[in-house]
Structures are given as C-alpha cells and as structure tokens.
C-alpha cells in the first residue's frame, strides 16, 4: 500500500560492534541490490551498499525507527552478485563486518562524493578505452606449453618457474589470448608490492597500450584510485594491475586472475579484515569461473602442497618452466663457513676479495643484510645498560647518521646518550651490526680498491631509512641500473622483483638467525628470499655463467643451504613438508590466532582464557557442536613475541583444526562468546582484540 521499499544496506560500522553492518532502511526511490546510497548513520550522513531488496518491513525493529535513504548514486551500475558474494564471504571468512568490508573494498574517494561530483566524473570517465594489442617475443617451448595446458584446462594453476623462465610472458600472453576470445574481458594482474615493479607497468602497457590498464595501490592519489577504479567497474579497463587492494576491484568482466610471487607475505592484509589476497584470488577465480594462475619461483607451501598430483589430494595444477630465458643459468651458489674466520668478522676474507675482483672489472655486487640502522643495540659494558624503548619491548636501534636511538616499532626517537644514562660511563658501544655499519665498513674495506676507469669504489645503501622520501626509491633503483653504483647494500627491499642486468654478484651476509626463529615459517620465508635474491645475478645472459650468490652462514650444511646450492626448491619444499606434518603445521592443519591487547599482559590473557573456557563450555554443552571441542585444539594464551608496543601488552591464543571447515565454524561461536565475555566487568581494562584467520606469523 506505501510506494516506500524497505532495504539492508552495508555500511560502515566499528569493526566489533554487534551490529554485522546490514541495516535496514526505507527508501522512497526504486533500488537494485548492488546500489550505493546515501543513508543518515547516527548524526552523520555515509555511503552505503544496498545489499539486499527486503519483501516487507524488517520484523527486528518496529517501522517508525526505520529511517529513509537520502539519495541513490544513479548512474552507476550496480555492484555485481559477485562482487558482493566476495565481500560477503570475506567478510565471513575473515571474521568482520560485512560493511566494514564492503567500504573499505570501495575507493575512498567515492564516500565523499556528492550526487553532482559523481555525475560529473562518470561523464568525463564514459569513453570506451583502447585495447591494441601488440606481439610479443616467440614462445619459448615451456611457454607454450604451459599456455596450452592452461588453454586445456580450468585450474587454479600454479607456474613453478624459475626467475627470468619468462613468467611475465606468460601472464602478457595468457592476457592476449584473453583478449583474442572475447574482447570485452577483463584481466586482474596482482603483484605484491607495485613500487618494486614499475617494469610490469611499463610492459603491460607496452604489450596493450597504456589506455588499457589500469593501476590500483595504496601509492596513488584519492583522485588516481576513483578514477581507475570507475573504469573497471564500467568495464572500460582492461586489466588491472594492483597490489592485494585490487583483489576487491569491481571487475564485471573478470575472465582471468594472476597472482605473481604468489608466495610473498605481502598478499595477507596486516589490519582490520586480515584477508590473504592470494587466497581470495582463488575464491573469486572458481566464484567467475575465471582460471587463476599463481606463480612464484618458490611457491608458497600452501600452494605446492595443493598442487600435489591429483591422485594425492592436490586441487591445483602444478605448471613447470625450469629453465631461464636465452642461455641465461642460475648463479653458482657459494657457502662461506664462518666458524673459520676470524671471531666477529662481518665478512669473510673470500667474499671481500670477490667484491673487490668484481668492481676491478666493472661490475656489479648486491649485500643483503636484514637489518637496518648501525646497530641493533647499545651497550654499556660496566653497568649492562641496553638501549631498551622504554614503550615496548625491544631494543632501540643506534642511527649514526643522525645520532639517534630509534624504535623501530612505536617510533621513539631520542639522541644518543653522551654517556650511559644508568652509570655516567662514557664508553657505550653498539653490538651487532645494522646496513648502516655495512655500507661504512664495506668503505673502508675497499677503500683502495680502483675501478676499470680509475675512479673509487661507489658504495649505495637501499633500506627503509634511505627511501622514506618520496621519490626517493626510483631515483636510487635508478642510479643501480645505469651503473652509477658499484656495491648496493640494503634490506629484503632490494631482493624482491628487480631487473638488475648489471649484476654479477649477490650476497647473504647473514641469514642464519631465521634458521632458528620461533617462527616455523622463517625458513620457508629464507629459502624464498635467498632464491629471489640469487634471481637478482646473472640477468643479463652474457653475464649469467660467472654470477654466483654467496651464503654466509655458521651452518654451511644446513638442509636449507644444500636445496639453495642446487637451486632446489622441490627438495626444500619436500623437507619442509615432512616437518611440517611431523609437527601437524599448516599447510597440512589451519590455525587462527585470537589475540588481545590491554595495559597488563594479565588483562590480556584473562580475556582470551575466559573466552576459551566459555567456547569449550558452550561447545560442548551441544551436542551439535561437541565433536568441535575433539577436533580443534584450542591452546592456552600466550604473550605475543613482540609482547609490548607502545605500551600496549598483546597477548595471543592459537587455535588449530584439522579442517578450515571445523576452524570456521568454531571461530562463528567463538565470535558471539567474545562479545559476551568482553562485556563483563572484570575484562573492562582490555583495549581491544581481533582474529587473525590464516595468520602469517606466529
Ligand atoms: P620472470 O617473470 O620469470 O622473471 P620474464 O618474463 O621477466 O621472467 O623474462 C625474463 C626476460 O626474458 C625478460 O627480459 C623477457 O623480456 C625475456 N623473455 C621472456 N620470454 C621471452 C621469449 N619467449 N623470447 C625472448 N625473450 C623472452
Ligand atoms: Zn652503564
Ligand atoms: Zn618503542
């Protein structure tokens, strides 16, 4: 009898309000699920997705208290059935609101924007884009077949290939054949992180000309990320080329997904919805029957272990290209045994002799060395003063550039102390060593070294200290390509993706802490480093037969260092695997962690202890869900390895189930018993806590 339609719309809420995010609203307007609208939200006026079209008045509030829609985004297209179905299941998957999710998946931009600003911005938006696709290089035989199983088949696929087997080729090609079938199609290109890949950009618009891409990272403008993200919504563009951001793209065409260096850590989303975009990727590829194809030189163990043969259980189909492009080889792999240099040598006898034969004939050398700053502590060895943060619990890291104790986890940042501030004594010292130290070691190591034209060995340091500026990464990548430097010292950031042709030869100063991290993923994550950086020699084929990657190590037979010698992922992985399922460790197991923060680690515990015993006591008192409480082990809390930061205490409590299907639904229980829990009067000092499903660090 009323012209009024009754509506659920997703909207932002806090994150752990008991409000899901769907509230009900009336709208005087005709709307389509999938719409955005403009609803009044307590005093403020927000964005909102139109989830669902509701028969009658919803029955959980009475009519009067429903308000009235202010305004449709029209001319819009509707958000598709299965863009919502993804945010709908990350949403679930993931433990948050669904309109947490559904927002934050929308360019930020588009909250803001009036009716009218829309309006215009679809109008200068609404022009078909150019697609020209131009040829690229003849296959190598590994390319195409890989093409053609992918042609055969429907996937996931996973390209195990070597660095520089012409992977990018492949995705480029996979696109064009795309394209060739239907040429409204749409291609989502997922990297891990776009500031290290520049050249996938420039050649993605190179392959299909630079109309028909789009880019979607955190690095871009408001403006930048609507405007490209309106062009995939209409369709217009083509592909998009995103970090794990893009994984929520509205995409109507979607028809084929990549995900390069699928095994990085980078994928899985660090705050507020948790989400492995890798893992979405697959979820959205079978959702739009689109192939997904990820790829890595070191695949994930999730991954390989999904790729097993079919007999065995695997769901993915492993795609192989061992071989590197031309006659391009890997890089010798040279272990340097550092029980028998000289005690606290930072760099062995034979590697600085490399270094030094290397820049004498003009060539190029990567340091890695994870750590940056001068030192990592400093140290009064009369009294045993440390350079403690007083915020957290951690050592501040000695700046000698600038004099200053910095913690590299809350911030604080002070001068360093004339002398220790407990005794008065003078002479403070660092310990340990950081890339700063590196660089000016390294400096004067090879301070009489010549180059082939006479000048000085260039020595440059890339880390998160040297890049802050913006700008400041490209012009110093920059420098490295065009042969401006010598010797480049820095973090994991120079490891990762770059197309350095010049160099000859890449070392590992010191990699051996993660052989023993409380972190059982810390050796996956090595191996994959240290393979990504041996990828960085030897590029240029020319060069190719003398680069070497050099491993300096305490443990020079260590099972990990043998599988990098012979450049042997399957072995490493299959070792790894035996442990993992020795010890029950994803990926055969899943695990969650359900962590608290609050001002006492007791608080934090207590939380996360009263929860687990109220879950066991509901469980179990049903017996629906009592074979829960056998299968998921629910262990006790625990303080966090970085137990405080900026004087916040983080504690954390595992759960583990053989089943992702027994995890979730335990974590659906768990969710209402933290809510009940955390009202109590007793857990009222609890700041805040959160589910991390999938977690990549223990
Ligand atoms: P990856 O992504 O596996 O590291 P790329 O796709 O970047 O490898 O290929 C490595 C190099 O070989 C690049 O310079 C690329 O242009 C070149 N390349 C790739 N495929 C071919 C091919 N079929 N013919 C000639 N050159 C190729
Ligand atoms: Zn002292
Ligand atoms: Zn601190």
Known sequence: MSTHHWIDVAVQTPAHSQVGGLLSYRSPFLVQAGQLVRVPFGKRDVLGVVWAVLDSAPSNMPASAVRDVLGVLDGLAPLDPNWRQLVQFSAQYYQRSLGEVALSALPPQLRDLTHEQLARRLKKQNTERAVQTTPGPALSDEQRHVLDQMAAGTGPFLLFGSTGSGKTEVYLQAVARMLAADPQAQALLMVPEINLTPQ????????????????????????????????????????????????????????????????????????????????????????????????????????????????????????????????????????????????????????????????????????????????????????????????????????????????????????????????????????????????????????????????????????????????ALESQLASVHSGEVDILVGTQMIAKGHDFRRITLVAAVNPDTALFSSDFRAPERLFALLMQAAGRAGRDAAQSATSEMWVQTFHP????????????????????????????????????????????????????????????????????????????????????????????????????????????????????VLHQVRSQPEHKGVIRWLVDVDPQAI
């Open 200 to 471: 996938l950009e420039e050649r993605v618009q190179a392959r299909f000309g630079a109309d028909a891409v789009v880019s979607m990272h955190s690095g871009m403008t408001p403006a930048q990320r609507l405007k490209g993200w309106l062009a995939a919504h209409a369709g217009h563009a083509r592909i998009v080329l995103g970090t794990r951001m893009a994984i929520f793209a509205s995409m109507p065409n979607l028809k084929l997904i990549v995900v390069d260096e699928e095994h990085d850590p980078s994928y899985k989303q660090q705050e507020g919805a948790r989400y492995s975009a890798r893992d979405l990727a697959v979820y959205r590829g079978r959702l739009q029957n689109a192939p997904v194809l990820l790829a890595s030189a070191t695949p994930s163990l999730e991954s390989w272990h999904l790729s097993r043969p079919a007999e065995e259980g695997g769901r993915y189909l492993r795609l192989h290209m061992p071989s590197r492009i031309g006659t391009g080889q890997l890089p010798k792999v040279r272990r340097v045994d550092m029980t028998k240099q000289a005690r606290h040598a930072v760099l062995s006898t034979q590697l600085v002799a490399a270094l030094q034969e290397r820049v004498e004939r003009g060539e190029q050398c990567m340091l890695l060395l994870n750590r940056r700053g001068y030192a990592p502590v400093l140290h009064c060895a009369d009294c045993g003063w440390k350079s403690e943060c007083k915020h957290c619990s951690a050592f501040r890291v000695f700046h000698k550039i600038d004099r200053t104790l910095r913690c590299h986890h809350c911030g604080l940042t002070e001068r360093v102390p004339r002398a220790c501030p407990e005794c008065g004594n003078a002479d403070i010292a660092p310990i340990g060593r950081g890339t700063e130290q590196l660089e000016e070691h390294l400096g004067e190591l090879l301070a009489h070294v010549k180059r082939p034209d006479g000048g000085p060995v260039r020595i440059a340091r890339i880390d998160a200290d040297t890049t802050r500026l913006k700008g």
């Open 557 to 672: 037979q260590h099972a990990l260092f043998e599988a990098l010698k012979k450049h042997d992922y399957p072995a490493f992985a299959a070792s790894e695997l035996a442990e993992r399922t020795a010890a029950d460790l994803p990926p055969i197991s899943h695990q969650a962690l359900l962590r608290a923060d609050a001002r006492t680690q007791e608080a934090a515990q207590a939380l996360l202890n009263a929860a687990r015993e109220a879950l066991e006591l509901q469980l179990s008192a049903d017996p629906a869900t009592a074979d829960l409480v056998m299968q998921v082990s629910l262990y006790p809390a625990v303080p966090m390895s970085m137990q405080r930061v900026a004087d916040v205490e983080r504690a954390q409590m595992l759960l583990e189930s053989p089943t992702r299907m027994g995890l979730q639904k335990v974590l659906w229980h768990l969710h209402g």
